[in-house]
């Protein structure tokens, strides 16, 4: 039984039981609850959570990715500014990039306008902070994996249904 196979089920699929696991991977059940439970310990599985299409629970929610051009801190480089902007409860993700910016920031809010008062606020005051740019997501079309829109059918490069 090979990690990576555990680890691409649970990721398609983290409500699968431990039993089920096993019974794909032909293997033992105390093998895979074992298996799980080190990962989970090791810090390999850092959570679990369920991805919702909030377009059709009538709440209103609003998404923007927002690029930061940063100023690397002596000694951290950009730990501590990436710490910092982790640590406010609309940001859900933040990653170091190359390219054009530094930092990309997914942040959540009410509306489009509670996060563009989040962004002139709270965010580019940080020191070392230079610039940002906000990208409002209109329609996810997949998110995680998950096709949100049952209209877009996997389709080869022909654009034909792949199941026809």
């Given at each position: 039984?090979?990690m990576k196979?555990?680890l691409e089920?649970?990721?398609?699929?983290?409500t699968?039981s431990p039993a089920?696991?096993?019974v794909?991977l032909?293997?033992?059940?105390?093998?895979?609850?074992?298996?799980?439970?080190?990962?989970?310990?090791?810090?390999?599985?850092?959570?679990?959570?369920?991805?919702?299409n909030w377009?059709?629970?009538g709440?209103?929610?609003a998404?923007a990715?927002?690029?930061l051009?940063?100023?690397?801190?002596k000694?951290?480089?950009f730990d501590?500014i990436a710490?910092?902007v982790?640590n406010?409860?609309?940001?859900?993700?933040?990653?170091l990039?190359s390219?054009?910016?530094?930092?990309?920031?997914?942040?959540t809010?009410a509306t489009?306008s509670?996060?563009?008062k989040?962004?002139s606020?709270?965010?580019?005051p940080?020191?070392?902070?230079?610039?940002t740019?906000?990208?409002?997501v209109?329609t996810?079309?997949?998110?995680?994996?998950?096709?949100?829109?049952?209209?877009?059918?996997?389709?080869?490069e022909?654009g034909?249904?792949?199941?026809?």
């Amino acid at each position: 039984m090979e990690m990576k196979q555990i680890l691409e089920l649970l990721q398609e699929d983290c409500t699968l039981s431990p039993a089920q696991i096993a019974v794909m991977l032909g293997t033992e059940e105390e093998t895979v609850k074992n298996a799980i439970a080190g990962y989970e310990k090791e810090g390999v599985i850092k959570g679990y959570h369920a991805l919702i299409n909030w377009e059709q629970t009538g709440v209103n929610r609003a998404t923007a990715l927002i690029e930061l051009r940063v100023t690397p801190q002596k000694d951290t480089g950009f730990d501590e500014i990436a710490g910092r902007v982790m640590n406010f409860p609309e940001v859900e993700s933040v990653y170091l990039m190359s390219g054009g910016y530094d930092l990309a920031v997914t942040v959540t809010g009410a509306t489009m306008s509670d996060i563009a008062k989040f962004v002139s606020k709270r965010l580019a005051p940080i020191g070392g902070v230079l610039s940002t740019a906000t990208h409002f997501v209109l329609t996810k079309y997949k998110d995680g994996g998950v096709v949100y829109n049952s209209d877009y059918e996997e389709r080869d490069e022909r654009g034909s249904n792949l199941c026809d």
